[in-house]
């Protein structure tokens, strides 16, 4: 930045083919944002870091302070994407569509808009959830722009809604990835798995849970990834987010709190369940090779962090009671172990029998519910369609699914 003989203020901007000189460009407050800096000529895509640099700069040289800000929600069920934008265009007419990016199966997943003295981004994740970043000049706009915001979303998720972990512009944070619960054929189950599933489902809605975490143990097959997706779909009070089991010690990590404390507080503070997949290393008894990753369990599931942002944990394991640390089986922590044998030939036959309509269908010996419905589809069972309605858009199979389906049977 350098000022002329007559006082003028110059911003230099660098140059793709020079060594760090280019074209100066007059700082004229007058002007809009966009005039006083030159456009970058080497993004991989379209970011509000452009009209940042210029609001900045126009402040550092006399102008109004630069208004940073983002926000979370959720658009209102039955609102397409096209209606909630042209209900803000019709706000702020003077917000012009500049980028929109779009895929072959989401209507669209981001858009931008600018103006003289502003420029914001929404992104949209295809599940109602839209996030917004405003960048501007002019404080009552962004005041009357986040009333309006908040006017027209709500701050209730999809129910099954399913976040991911991922390393964003500011550091770490989460994203959704989709709508993955479907209601729990209870009829697949025995008693004493049914029984253990309600308690978990009664933990993870009460404020004041017997224990947090929850553990569905047991043999490949056996119908677990279904009793996760049922959580889903019953358990409207929380926010779900897929962990990886050797990731479970990162979310011990300083840079991790403030992605947390954004997630708990975006819904109303609901709280958070973390779904571990393939949890026996963080729930072995504790040795040299685990030693972190059980102690983060144990912060999150009973420690002062867990219990400020009331986080929750629901594990996968084909582990054996006896192989889990005794801390974690701890009264108080432990909401409920849930383990999943092999149905009973009677059990077995009763849910082929209803899956084909044949009453002289017959299992032979005791199966698990993977077998069952193998039996059932050589017989002539077809799986209904499941696509179903979530907000304004078909979710059919999809990442989430893909994902879900490899908790504890993989």
């Not at 929380?238 to 990886?244: A, E, L, N």
Request: aromatic share 6%; hydrophobic share 40%.
């Amino acid at each position: 930045m350098t000022r002329s003989s007559d006082g003028s203020v110059y911003d230099q901007a660098p140059d793709e083919n020079s060594n760090g000189s280019g074209p100066e460009i007059k700082i004229d407050l007058t002007k809009p944002w966009f005039h006083n800096v030159r456009v970058p000529s080497m993004d991989s895509h379209f970011s509000t870091s452009w009209a940042g640099v210029a609001l900045k700069t126009m402040a550092l040289n006399g102008g109004s302070a630069c208004v940073e800000k983002d926000m979370t929600a959720a658009i209102k069920e039955g609102v397409a994407y096209s209606t909630f934008l042209e209900g803000m265009t019709a706000a702020f007419p003077s917000l012009n569509r500049v980028f929109q990016y779009s895929t072959g199966d989401q209507e669209l997943v981001c858009c931008t808009f600018a103006s003289s003295n502003a420029m914001m981004q929404f992104e949209f994740d295809g599940d109602r959830s839209v996030t917004v970043a405003l960048l501007t000049n002019d404080k009552a706009l962004s005041d009357a722009f986040f009333a309006w915001f908040k006017d027209n979303t709500t701050k209730e998720a999809p129910r099954g809604r399913v976040y991911v972990l991922v390393n964003g512009q500011h550091g770490p944070e989460f994203r959704t990835l989709g709508v993955g619960g479907i209601p729990l054929e209870r009829g697949n189950y025995e008693e004493e798995v049914l029984s253990g599933y309600d308690r978990v489902v009664k933990d993870l809605k009460s404020k004041k849970p017997a224990g947090r975490i929850a553990i569905f143990s047991g043999i490949q097959g056996g119908g677990k990834t279904h009793l996760i997706k049922g959580l889903l779909d019953e358990v409207d009070t929380g926010s779900f987010v897929i962990v990886p089991a050797n990731l479970v010690v990162e979310l011990a990590q300083p840079s991790m709190i403030p992605a947390m404390m954004r997630l708990h507080q975006q819904h109303g503070s609901q709280h958070i369940v973390f779904l571990v997949e393939d949890a026996d290393e963080v729930l072995a008894p504790r040795m040299g090779d685990n030693m972190s990753s059980v102690s983060v369990m144990l912060n999150l599931g009973d420690g002062i962090l867990g219990q400020i942002l009331d986080i929750r944990l629901v594990c996968t394991t084909n582990a054996k009671h006896q192989e889990i640390d005794v801390a974690i089986k701890r009264p108080g922590r432990l909401s409920a172990m849930v383990h999943v044998r092999e149905l009973s030939e009677e059990k077995s036959t009763e849910i082929l029998r209803r899956l084909t309509g044949k009453e002289d269908a017959q299992c032979d010996g005791d199966c698990t519910l993977a077998e069952v419905y193998s039996l059932a589809r050589a017989d002539g069972w077809v799986a209904p369609d499941t696509d179903r309605k979530v907000g304004f858009m078909i979710d059919k199979e999809s990442r989430i699914d893909v994902l879900l389906r490899e908790l504890s049977e993989d």
